[in-house]
């Protein structure tokens, strides 16, 4: 097509697709539009310059060749620039807005195959304008249907958030995570952190062994980390745990995609846990002057405000106190305190005995299960209701005042039965007794010398992990005037 237009001369051609629209490929379709608009430019005799790129439209932050083309068309570098569609620009009506306003400014025309646009004029803004707006309402509309489908693949256990992790292989015919020749590697990286290995003692054995990372790198402190909070690993994908696709801001529990049994597991769920609960719930990095690890790190606590008491080490006199508490409670030398610890505690075991052998000699009827499955039913089905509340309002059947009433009906329904199921997991005898057993492996393993007592044994590192297992606080108190601190040792339930 021919424009008469004596202003243009030299103009930018710019070429964008962010998937293949046409199932032609991406590269024939580029091609393909490229010769169009070359030839366009061929036949009104425009010099012209080439911008091309294969990227989302969601924003042009992210779009290289936009940017620079945007910088060059702000410096007066082109009388034009073409495109296939007006949408090739962005579908983003934010960013559409700064682009309309840039070739505003510079008095830039948009020339597709069919048509020129002047900005100047008003009519030929108010046409970009509309345009403008339905290509951004397909876009959404793309957009939803997009993340629909993805929704619906991730329930049916596909796996759809990327590369597959270390240990796995996607299937290219049922979607779904096989484990491969690395499941190994993972069992040994699990077995060893549930077993009480520092994860920097950890990455010690990996390198020595000559295990490495997909990349042929040695593991490094962080990565794993991730591995033991993988959920993948033990067979479940949880998806839609972010808002948006860079961010960290976590959306509410009940919005998650969750599920459970997804694909064959490499590591079974009592190790997952164990590991899982060791790694987060007190610090596993490697002692130095500033953040050593005592045998009750994380563990004392200030009887009268609650907060956590940690310990100093006074080198001119090479000993360790329990620090003082904001709050007056007073410190004390450590090592009579954790001789103390070390006794009750290892005096509690008999306790623990008789409490394993009552529930393992028990034969009252346990009807546990049945109770649980019939709530993970019950649950399933409202948040079923909810994914239907969801889509309702995206097809505009139902009104913002009805979604919001619906969906907090559905949501206080969801979160009353995941407390439900979580009350009941806590009575589960099996589970209690699981957790007794492990309970009795950490008392066995506390037996013997503690390095920080008799200067040989188990390190300070070894005792908080085994600790840890066994207590879940220690209250301190040592008040101005009394002669002595006093300990109330708090006991993980089985």
Request: charge should be neutral; aromatic fraction near 8%; hydrophobic fraction near 35%.
């Amino acid at each position: 097509m021919l424009f008469n237009n004596e202003k243009i001369k030299h103009v930018a051609v710019y070429l964008r697709l962010s998937r293949d629209e046409e199932n032609l490929g991406i590269e024939q379709i580029l091609d393909n539009h490229r010769q169009t608009l070359i030839n366009l430019c061929n036949e009104n005799k425009w010099s012209y310059e080439i911008f091309e790129e294969v990227a989302s439209s969601s924003t042009i932050i992210n779009r290289e060749q936009m940017v620079k083309l945007l910088d060059r068309i702000q410096q007066d570098y082109f009388d034009a620039v073409v495109v296939m569609d007006i949408d090739r620009l962005s579908r983003n009506e934010y960013d559409a807005s700064d682009i309309k306003r840039i070739l505003y400014q510079t008095e830039t025309f948009i020339i597709t195959p069919y048509r020129m646009y002047d900005l100047t004029k008003d009519d030929d803004s108010l046409l970009l304008g509309i345009t403008n707006l339905i290509a951004s309402g397909e876009y959404k509309q793309i957009l939803k249907r997009m993340r629909r489908g993805k929704e619906y693949a991730q329930k049916q256990g596909h796996w759809t958030n990327g590369i597959a992790p270390l240990g796995y292989t996607k299937d290219t015919k049922t979607k779904k995570l096989v484990p491969n020749e690395r499941a190994k590697d993972i069992q040994f990286i699990f077995s060893k952190i549930a077993k009480g290995t520092t994860i920097p003692d950890l990455l010690i054995q990996l390198k020595n062994m000559g295990i490495k990372t997909r990349q042929g790198n040695d593991f490094h402190y962080n990565s794993i980390q991730r591995i033991i909070n993988n959920e993948a690993y033990k067979g479940t994908i949880i998806s839609n745990r972010t808002i948006g696709k860079h961010s960290t801001k976590i959306r509410p529990k009940e919005e998650w995609i969750i599920v459970h049994n997804a694909h064959e597991s490499i590591i079974d769920e009592t190790t997952w846990n164990t590991a899982n609960k060791l790694v987060n719930e007190y610090s596993f990095k490697a002692p130095r002057s500033k953040n050593r690890i005592y045998p009750t790190s994380n563990l004392i606590y200030c009887a009268n405000c609650g907060r956590l008491q940690g310990c100093n080490y006074k080198q001119h006199i090479d000993k360790i106190y329990i620090k003082h508490c904001k709050c007056g409670n007073r410190g004390f030398y450590y090592n009579p305190v954790l001789a103390l610890i070390k006794e009750e505690v290892l005096g509690y075991k008999e306790s623990i005995l008789e409490t394993l052998e009552t529930l393992e000699e028990g034969k009252q009827e346990d009807n546990t299960e049945y109770k649980k499955d019939k709530l993970v039913s019950q649950l399933n089905k409202s948040k079923r209701a909810l994914e239907k509340i969801n889509i309702l309002f995206e097809e505009d059947e139902i009104d913002i005042v009805a979604f919001r009433e619906r969906k907090a009906k559905r949501q206080d329904e969801i979160k009353l039965i995941e407390e439900e199921i979580l009350a009941l997991e806590k009575e589960d005898k099996s589970v209690k007794i699981d957790t007794l057993k492990e309970q009795i492996k950490a008392f066995d393993n506390l037996v013997g010398n503690w390095h920080l007592l008799d200067d040989e044994g188990y390190t300070d590192e070894k005792i908080n992990r085994l600790l840890h297992v066994i207590i879940s606080g220690i209250l301190w108190s040592f008040k101005k005037g009394e002669e002595s601190p006093h300990l109330t040792i708090i006991y993980n339930e089985g």
